[in-house]
């Protein structure tokens, strides 16, 4: 049997590494380490390391792969094959030299499209009618190695980054359990990537959460969608930070940011053409709320502009 070492470390990697588990031996798992999360602060494991542990397989959380002591273990356990699907870190060139099969990866965009961490954000912030997963040989260069099999799915206007991250995990499963017998046989098709197509999605940080309405309604239904449940959107509104979890097209015209509607079916945001209405808001120090609920009683909302 194919001897394996998985890494993954979101919740987009675990049922990849229960499917690869179920059929070839997972010698061991190599996630990142524990953090703290919420407002006190609870150390918590990433998803993979709570699969890994209740199969029942060894894991490895070396902050620092390169250098590290689990990077000697990993080298001396002699695997096969290692499968990487979202895992965080570049592997160092002498563990990519380490498995005979080599080491593949499980990515979840049409390479040579959105090499890097956020190519779910970025295929729906970017307004993309496609994207899928592909399985490809990793290199040194950051999600640059030939792709050895691709499948693409359509997103559809109702997605957002939850619904499209759940469709694409799954599609990872099937499309790498078709592709390992090729892989370990040694027949599978490897095809390197075109440069001249490469474009990059780099992690989301805090500027790129700043939603602003100076933009056509279309794009800003896309930021929000694709911002959203994490890590969510935002702009400001009575000088304090509200947060966009949901969204849908309007009517409507007028300055940017205009609030020109707010009833129990949502605030009615004008853009730079056409308008957007919120449908499920954040107020600052609160809970996610219906947006109507949080119009209810607020007569002074229409005619206020956010970021205004």
């Not at 792969?65 to 160092?92: F, V, W």
């Not at 990872?172 to 990059?200: C, K, M, W, Y």
């Not at 707010?262 to 730079?272: H, L, P």
Request: proline letters at 7%; glycine letters at 8%; a negative charge.
């Amino acid at each position: 049997m194919t001897r394996i070492i998985f890494m993954g470390t979101p919740d987009f990697s675990s049922p990849i590494l229960e499917a690869v588990a179920e059929q070839s031996e997972v010698i061991a798992v190599v996630t990142q380490p524990d953090k703290p999360v919420g407002r006190k602060k609870v150390m918590t494991p990433p998803p993979v390391k709570v699969t890994a542990e209740r199969l029942g397989i060894e894991v490895l959380q070396p902050v620092k792969l390169s250098g590290s002591d689990e990077l000697r273990h990993m080298i001396e356990l002699k695997p096969d094959l290692i499968i990487t699907a979202a895992y965080g870190q570049l592997l160092p060139e002498v563990l990519l030299n380490t498995p005979e099969l080599g080491c593949i990866n499980v990515h979840a965009s049409l390479l040579p499209k959105y090499r890097g961490g956020a190519p779910i954000h970025y295929a729906i912030i970017n307004g993309e009618s496609e994207t899928g997963v592909s399985i490809m040989y990793m290199a040194k260069k950051l999600d640059a190695g030939d792709v050895i099999s691709q499948r693409a799915i359509p997103i559809e206007q109702h997605d957002n980054v939850g619904s499209l991250h759940d469709k694409l995990s799954a599609l990872g499963v099937t499309l790498l359990l078709e592709t390992l017998p090729s892989i370990i046989d040694g027949t599978n098709a490897r095809t390197p990537q075109d440069e001249a197509h490469v474009s990059f999605a780099s992690n989301i940080n805090r500027q790129d959460e700043w939603v602003t309405f100076d933009r056509p309604a279309s794009v800003v239904h896309n930021h929000i969608r694709g911002l959203s449940p994490w890590p969510v959107g935002y702009a400001k509104l009575y000088g304090q930070n509200m947060k966009f979890w949901s969204a849908e097209r309007a009517e409507g015209q007028g300055k940017p940011g205009e609030i020109l509607a707010a009833d129990k079916e949502g605030i009615v945001v004008a853009a730079s053409e056409g308008a957007i209405r919120l449908t499920e808001v954040q107020p600052a120090g609160k809970k996610k709320m219906n947006a109507g609920d949080f119009a209810a009683g607020r007569k002074d909302l229409k005619g206020m502009v956010f970021n205004g």
